[in-house]
């Protein structure tokens, strides 16, 4: 009867998997991969030849391991993805002329690192082209005395270097380059997919300058409710939006009304949508509309302070919390 291990079975079903691509192919990760295990064996068989063999195998996987993390560092930062900020917001321009919103890429550091740790490390390469090759020797010298007098001879250190360091180089560029752009391209979109940052950007777009600051927040504001739901603080962005376009319109040489009303009716539909679901915003919005207590750039709704629909939302009196006169009255103590 045959032995049939599930374990086994599943174990053995995963090789092919982690071997091969999707269309079946041998990955190149596979390639690089026997490439290192086959430097690691040949490191084995030439320790194991020399009088201390347990010293030269431990320094032989040491330098060949620091050739390799070596090589995926310098694989790493030739690999980075741009994000190509400025020619994104150049390529961009005119599509957020005509849309009314503007795309903005992500801020990493790590991106300028690397490009200037390559440009240096290919100006000096270009430089000092002359000297690599004698300081490869005066290095693999120096690896060579670990071994122990006369065990080991440069060349071979030096072959070890370039070889572990040639495939670390390629393990780390591929890696970066197949990978890691696929990873940030994915968490970009998560990020852009969460109400949180869409909160951000219609906030980033009330500070920007008249018109096309004003219009991207509206715009962007009445996306999220649509897409996400009424939130107190996009409704109060979205009256600071249209607070600051009817200022805009106002300020116009010959100022038109239907455009004034209808940014003013749209300012007070904000406004009240943003008490109705939370009665904090009133004392919020109200210091944006009151000029006497609002100042510039937090002065949104200053232009609509004498109107009166908005002057009965802002001024009126609450109720008196606690026992009053009238309760009093009602309520005689005992």
Same mark, same amino acid.
């Given at each position: 009867m045959?032995?049939t ?10 090789v ?5 691509d ?13 490439? #290192? ?25 040491l330098? =060949?391991?620091?050739?390799?993390a ?11 993805p /741009? ?16 849309? =009314?919103?503007e795309?903005?890429?992500v ?19 270009? #430089? ?19 071994? =122990? ?9 030096? =072959? ?16 970066? /380059? ?92 904000? #406004? ?31 232009s609509?302070y ?29």
């Amino acid at each position: 009867m045959a032995n049939t291990n599930p374990r086994k079975r599943s174990f053995i079903s995963t090789v092919p998997n982690f071997l091969l691509d999707e269309n079946g192919e041998i990955k190149w990760s596979t390639y690089l991969g026997f490439a #290192v295990i086959a430097g690691a064996i040949i490191l084995l068989l030439f320790a194991l030849r020399t009088p201390t063999p347990i010293r030269s195998l431990a320094i032989s996987l040491l330098t =060949g391991g620091a050739s390799l993390a070596g090589g995926v560092l310098i694989g790493f930062l030739f690999g980075i993805p /741009r994000t190509l900020q400025k020619q994104a917001s150049q390529a961009s321009a005119g599509a957020s002329e005509t849309t =009314g919103t503007e795309s903005y890429a992500v801020n990493t550091n790590l991106e300028q690192i690397s490009d200037w740790l390559t440009k240096i490390i290919v100006g000096v390469g270009l #430089v000092q082209l002359t000297v690599i090759p004698g300081k490869l020797k005066a290095l693999a010298d120096y690896l060579a005395t670990g071994f =122990g007098a006369n065990e080991v001879p440069s060349a071979i250190v030096l =072959g070890m270097i370039c070889y572990f360091g040639i495939f670390g180089f390629l393990l780390g560029y591929l890696w970066t /380059r197949i990978y890691l752009m696929g990873e940030f391209s994915r968490i970009e979109r998560i990020a852009r997919d969460r109400p949180e940052y869409h909160e951000g950007l219609i906030h980033a777009y009330l500070y920007q300058p008249m018109p096309t600051g004003f219009t991207n927040a509206i715009k962007e504001a009445n996306d999220y409710i649509k897409r996400f739901g009424d939130n107190e603080r996009v409704w109060d962005y979205l009256a600071c939006g249209y607070g600051q376009q009817h200022a805009y319109q106002k300020r116009a040489v010959k100022p038109d009304q239907k455009e004034l009303d209808e940014s003013r009716k749209n300012a007070l539909h904000a #406004v009240s949508t943003a008490i109705q679901i939370d009665l904090d915003a009133k004392s919020f919005l109200r210091g944006l509309w009151d000029p006497n207590v609002a100042k510039p750039p937090e002065n949104d709704l200053t232009s609509l302070y004498d109107y009166p629909e908005f002057t009965q939302i802002f001024k009126e009196e609450e109720k008196p919390r606690g026992n009053s006169n009238s309760e009093q009255h009602d309520h005689p103590a005992l």
